[in-house]
């Protein structure tokens, strides 16, 4: 454990929420959408790639498929 790694991690959690909120506000969904939109959000960031992983998204890496 490191300071350094919590922020990551905190940067890390907070991206769905601010996903979900940009979501919701660019579609003019109401509030009550927020929890399809969180994990919309989380689905999308799976589906991407990332350099930490190689250039592999977490989806890849779990399951040894590409996302369809």
């Known amino acids: 454990y ?3 790694k919590n ?6 959690d907070q991206q ?3 996903s979900a909120g940009a979501f919701l506000s660019t579609s003019g969904l109401l509030i009550q959408f927020r929890g399809h939109a969180i994990l919309m959000a989380t689905y999308i960031t799976n589906m991407l790639p990332t350099k930490a992983l190689e250039w592999k998204s977490p989806y890849k890496k779990f ?3 590409e996302p369809s």
């Open 2 to 4: 490191s300071p350094q």
């Open 7 to 12: 922020g990551t991690v905190e940067r890390k």
């Open 63 to 65: 399951f040894d498929k």
């Open 16 to 18: 769905p929420l601010r």
